[in-house]
């Protein structure tokens, strides 16, 4: 059984802080086919369409019958651990440093032998569960998992190398005032965060909820953050900027709105300044603290949340200009992922649809509400995904987006 | 050609018996502004990029770029910023004629009164016992009103914000035009963020200072300070808005030439 994790001790501040190192990045072009999947939380590997056989690794044609129609889809991921052993010993900067290390071969109900890292709760000979993952550099790896959870798996140091759990981290919610915000912090602790640090734009304005919840638990801290004011994000990383390990950027700006209703661009400029270049001044003061601290020890930084917006995929035309800004922190996002990379410090991006907060009052249900979509940020980084689609309505857009993109801009147009 | 009047301030300004006073706030992105119900279009706060710090981006200079909306910080408000005031002649900063620019000024202290009451108007009554103590108000005076609101803690206890809105005091709906009518004066200023009360939607007519002022093409001072160091009579205002083209109002420096004797 796993160990559980003991609550981190007070860093010492004397000692130099282990730098990142990443396990191995090369991988084929086909075998990103493997890393999509453990982006997006899904168990998928090629199948022929011809003869039908599993392949792994992933490869052009198929290995039993040479078909080049090898497409990507789910499979059975139940096998059989055949075989372990635990690593002693290894040249690999990564590896030497988390040693032991267990891996293993699986023999899957689907075909493919595999090699896999395998979970201390796994028994030899036993049924496990592969699934994919990400591991520190943003590639995917099998982990051969028990058939059925066990207490505190997801506590073993091989599987907490793969995700980015709460558990006994300190959370940064950039604007903790809002629902959506306020709903994050509140699952955060109920994941195990050791404190969540609840940004706050306007001190001026009393907010009885909010009030409520900070005085609700010791482990909330109200602190002054407005995204729009680079010298409040810069003092505030200055302060607070070693103990982030997982940011979730719940500033938003949500107006209605076209663009030929409206005769300026300040309420475009106004959304692109909280939803663009706050990220952007987020990035540039927490990001390079984030990077440093990336290795260190049991809470080490891993993750930065962005929810973005179903929408930032598909313009919502009656809300043009706040689209546009979701679509734009969509791509900064993409260029914060490639520069955390380095370090292992995943970027997650949240993809909901509508939410159900004030400023979505007109939109007709389904909507997520805000508890909702903090659950699925929370399991989101349990299981170390890269995308989350929340709620039926982003699930929908996203599966036709894939089938006939042009058929949902005309239809959200309408 | 000299001009005895200007030589003989200078020399007051340089031996001290004429001083300088800064009303001015400094220009910061905290610096409350003024909150308008969410729907409505929003004055940008001050905001500040650096461009160069004798870095890479420029060895040897620093500067900075910012943004800010026309009614951001210690600002003036042009008759132009009210609908009332939208047909006046010269009723913008960049028309509005430069002697208008410098003017004396009365300080009416309420700042007791605004202690024990954040909602406390200034009436016609309050203002003519302010007379009997200090003089009548001069022609085409500021009035200024003391309330000790830029002591304030920013931008909590400034803004004074509760459920029915923000509490701060300003001018009632009678006196504004009273000063305009009986005593013509330039404009009214405040230490608060606006020059009406914060509660002065519900008066009649709403944001009376803004309505009557701007209507009778007169103007408007706001987040003042040191209003304190101020005699009640005989300082004189150089408040200069910027030259924006139409513009209905503008962050300013707000000097005050204050005799100290």
């Known amino acids: 059984m796993t160990e559980p994790l003991v609550k981190p001790k007070k860093k010492n501040p004397v000692l130099r802080t282990r730098l990142a190192t990443l396990p191995p990045v090369p ?49 059975d991921n139940r096998g059989e651990l055949i075989a372990t052993t635990t690593l002693r010993h290894s040249n690999d900067l990564y590896f030497r440093e988390r040693l032991p290390w267990r891996v293993g071969t699986v023999k899957m109900a689907a075909g493919p032998s595999v090699v896999a890292h395998v979970h201390e709760d796994c028994a030899e000979g036993g049924t496990v569960r592969l699934t994919l993952k990400l591991d520190r550099s943003g590639q995917a790896v099998l982990h051969a998992l028990p058939e059925k959870d066990t207490p505190n798996m997801n506590d073993a140091p091989q599987l907490r190398e793969s995700t980015c759990d709460p558990k006994f ?52 801290q109200v602190v002054e953050l407005d995204v729009t004011d680079t010298d409040s994000v810069d003092r505030l990383a200055a302060s607070i900027g070693g103990k982030v390990e997982i940011l979730v950027n719940t500033a938003d700006y949500l107006r209605d709105g076209g663009i030929l209703n409206r005769k300026d661009v300040n309420l475009a400029r106004d959304a692109m300044e909280v939803n663009v270049l706050g990220l952007m001044r987020l990035a540039q003061a927490f990001g390079p603290g984030m990077c440093f601290r990336a290795a260190d020890g049991s809470n080490n930084a891993v993750a930065w949340v962005n929810i973005l917006s179903i929408h930032a995929h598909a313009a919502l035309p009656a809300r043009g200009a706040w689209s546009a800004s979701k679509a734009a922190a969509l791509s900064l996002s993409q260029t914060l992922r490639a ?33 909702g979509l903090a659950k699925a940020i929370v399991k989101g980084l349990q299981d170390g995904v890269e995308d989350v689609y929340v709620g039926d309505i982003a699930e929908e857009l996203r599966t036709r987006l894939r089938e006939n993109h042009k058929a949902v801009e005309r239809e959200l147009g309408q | 050609m000299s001009n005895p009047v200007l030589t003989q301030f200078m020399a007051e300004l340089l031996s001290g018996r004429v001083k300088l006073v800064d009303l001015t706030q400094t ?8 909150q308008l119900p969410p729907e409505f279009g929003q004055a940008w706060p001050f905001r500040i990029e650096e461009i160069s710090r004798y870095d890479e981006r420029g060895p040897a200079w ?8 026309e009614h951001t910080g210690t600002h003036f408000d042009a008759p132009i910023h009210w609908i009332s005031g939208k047909d006046q002649p010269d009723n913008a900063v960049d028309s509005i ?11 009416i202290d309420v700042s007791a009164e605004c202690a024990e009451n954040p909602d406390f108007l200034l009436t016609v009554e309050y203002v003519k016992a302010w007379e009997q103590k200090h003089g009548r108000i001069p022609e085409r005076a500021w009035v ?33 035009p009273w000063l305009i009518q009986e005593r013509n004066v330039h404009g009214f200023g405040t230490e608060s963020v606006g020059t009406d009360a914060g509660q002065a939607h519900h008066l009649n007519p709403p944001y009376p200072c803004h309505y009557f002022m701007h209507g009778n093409n007169r103007y408007g001072l706001q987040c003042l300070t040191n209003l304190d160091l101020l005699p009640p009579q ?10 924006i083209r139409n513009g209905s109002g503008s962050p300013l420096r707000v000097l005050a030439l204050t005799p100290t004797v």
């Open chain 1, 169 to 220: 981290r300190r959370v940064l919610v950039t604007d903790g005032k809002s629902a959506t915000g306020m709903a994050v912090a509140r699952a955060m602790l109920e994941a195990g965060a050791n404190a969540v640090f609840l940004g706050d734009a306007s001190t001026w304005k009393t907010v009885p909820a909010f009030d409520k919840l900070v005085a609700s638990d010791p482990r909330l």
């Open chain 1, 339 to 371: 520069e955390l990379r380095g370090a292992g410090v995943r970027v997650m991006n949240v993809f909901p649809g509508p939410v159900d907060e004030e400023w979505e009052q007109l939109t007709p249900p389904p909507k997520i509400a805000p508890s």
């Open chain 2, 62 to 69: 620093y500067w900075n770029n910012f943004s800010m909306s």
């Open chain 2, 234 to 243: 005989g300082a004189v205002i150089f408040a200069a808005p910027l030259k």
């Open chain 2, 144 to 176: 200024l009103m003391r309330t000790d609101w830029s002591k304030r803690a920013m931008p909590r206890e400034y803004l004074n914000m509760a459920e029915d809105g923000a509490h701060s005091p300003g001018p009632d709906a009678e006196v504004v």
């Open chain 2, 97 to 107: 004629p430069v002697e208008n620019f410098i003017a004396s000024a009365c300080v």
């Open chain 2, 27 to 34: 220009l910061t992105p905290e610096f409350p502004i003024i």
């Open chain 1, 27 to 75: 991988r084929s072009r086909s075998a990103l086919g493997l890393t999509r999947a453990a982006a997006e939380g899904v168990f998928e590997m090629q199948v022929c369409a011809d003869c039908g056989t599993v392949q792994y690794p992933p490869r052009e044609v198929c290995g039993s019958c040479l078909s080049e129609h090898v497409a990507w889809k789910p499979v």
